[in-house]
């Protein structure tokens, strides 16, 4: 374990002179080199040379004493199913391979706007589908801390890239704790934000009710200021929300007197042993230390995940229907139209992603549509209404993950038990509430974390709790190796 400077303090320093932001690009191409070949945390890295073209430019700027954004020399990892002009976007697929859009995401031209570099795309599994970044088409990313494990999913690459130090900050995606698993597994942070704070303009869709596009980072105060920069209103996004850029990065670390975290029994519970004692043992730390801690039931939790993933086929059997081997790279070679798509899907599309569109349609079809998906539809707002009741009053504390990270493979030949590592984390995105996630131990060098759950535009509470916890822990800024 090391642990590296945080992408506040680096900005700072680049800023005041202390830190030389040419060094410290070579210091994160030296770590991608030593690293990437074992890891493959990217799908596609940009020139070094441009990047030190551009790095050079921060610096000539910063010795005259000219005006440079708030991201200025901190190099940030992309997942490949956020749009970037300057490189391809495949979302971890064949079907996209090798697309590059003719337009940014809002977030990276808010991120280039503040004079960040993107370092390159990270791997997920296709289409974001999936937990484990095993299913991408680009093959599996391992985790940092044992690669034998896997890193979570399906932004494993956003987290392996952060956890050897191949990036300062990433952008990742969650649709049901997909950015949040990842830094569960990986020592890093995952901030699910309020669905439509972050804008999705640029994002491939999964999940649109579902997703958002999410701020990782190896610190409480780094995903602050990722937040800043992304989040607020953006008109080409018709589900963002009308408020202000958000100001989370200037919170102060949580006074223990003020804060109350609702325990809830139903995602308290069923995690592997050691994972449950470390949990509770974070609980009771923050106890003694003035928290209050209230225990409160969600007995909906138990078809909360169903109710997701029935959600989120449905909806990506309608968004995937656009992929039809006319528009994207992949070709099926057919003599009719048919044959194309029917060709051209075969080949583009992977298993887990055929499965689920096929869930999908039939969760969709006629005479099964009120018993599979208007009815997961009433379990959402049941549990919204019961979630948005507690976090008016408390914060919420749940497990992360109920497992230590899988060995590769361990998980893919049983889908249950693959869906099953969501069940603490979909309840946030089925409320459209914010929700972090920190690692709090080390079990025999394997990350633990626990998931803190907000009201509606509470993210600054929880980075306020976060930073409490960061500062009991003293686990911010850790990396591999």
């Known amino acids: ?43 596609s890295l940009e020139s070094p040379d441009l990047l030190v073209e551009e790095v050079e430019r921060i610096s000539r ?24 002009s300057f490189l391809p976007t495949t979302a971890g697929s064949r079907m996209l391979d090798p697309y590059t859009p003719p337009y940014n995401a809002t977030v990276v031209e808010r991120l280039l706007e503040e004079d960040a570099m993107v370092v390159g795309k990270t791997n997920l599994d296709e289409f974001a589908m999936g ?21 979570g999913g399906s932004s ?47 994002l491939i869709p999964y999940g649109n009710s ?29 589900t963002s929300l009308r ?49 209050e801690l209230r225990d409160e039931k969600l007995p909906v939790a138990s078809k909360a995940l169903p109710a ?49 569109i096929l869930m999908g349609v039939y969760a969709l079809s006629e005479g099964y549509r009120d018993e599979y998906y208007i009815a997961a539809t009433k379990v959402r707002r049941v549990v919204r209404d019961e979630v948005l009741r507690m976090t008016r009053s408390c914060i919420i504390a749940s497990q992360a993950s109920p497992i230590l990270p899988p060995r590769l493979g361990e998980r893919l030949d049983d889908p249950l038990k693959l869906y099953a590592m969501d069940v603490y984390t979909v309840i946030a995105n089925l409320a459209g509430v914010p929700a972090l996630v920190q690692t709090i131990e080390f079990h025999n060098g394997l990350p633990i974390g626990v998931q803190w759950i907000g009201k509606p535009l509470g993210e600054g509470e929880l980075v306020s709790l976060g930073l409490l916890v960061e500062e009991l822990t003293g686990l911010a800024g850790v990396v591999a190796g």
């Open 243 to 291: 408020v202000d850029r958000p100001r989370t990065f200037t919170v102060s670390k949580a006074d223990p007197r003020k804060v109350t975290i609702c325990v809830v029994k139903e995602l308290s519970e069923g995690a592997e042993e050691v994972i449950e004692k470390a949990y509770w043992r974070i609980l009771k730390k923050l106890e003694s230390e003035g928290v």
């Open 1 to 43: 374990m090391r642990r590296l400077k945080q992408a506040w303090e680096l900005a700072r320093d680049f800023r005041e002179g202390v830190e030389d932001p040419v060094e410290h690009l070579y210091n994160v191409f030296e770590a991608i080199n030593r690293w990437e070949a074992r890891v493959n945390a990217y799908i």
């Open 210 to 238: 579902l997703e958002q596009i999410s701020p990782m980072a190896r610190s409480v105060r780094d995903v602050a200021l990722l937040l800043d920069v992304i989040g607020g209103w953006d008109p080409l996004d018709a």
């Open 61 to 84: 700027s910063i010795r005259v004493g000219e005006k440079i954004g708030k991201l200025a020399g901190l190099l940030v990892s992309v997942k490949d199913n956020i749009c970037t």
């Open 308 to 356: 997701y993933y029935t959600i989120a086929f449905a909806e990506a059997a309608s968004n995937l229907a656009r992929y039809d081997g006319i528009f994207y790279p992949t070709k099926g070679g057919g003599s009719s139209w048919e044959e194309e798509v029917e060709l051209a899907r075969m080949k583009g599309f992977g298993r887990e992603v055929k499965k689920r």
């Open 131 to 151: 937990s484990t970044t095993e299913l991408s088409a680009f093959g599996p990313t391992r985790n940092p801390w044992d690669l034998e494990r896997v890193p």
């Open 156 to 202: 494993g690459g956003s987290a392996a890239s952060l956890a050897y130090g191949g990036s300062d900050l990433s952008l990742g995606s969650d649709t049901g704790g997909s950015a949040r698993l990842p830094a569960a597994y990986t020592a890093t942070v995952g901030l699910k934000p309020t669905y439509g704070l972050v804008s999705r303009y640029g």
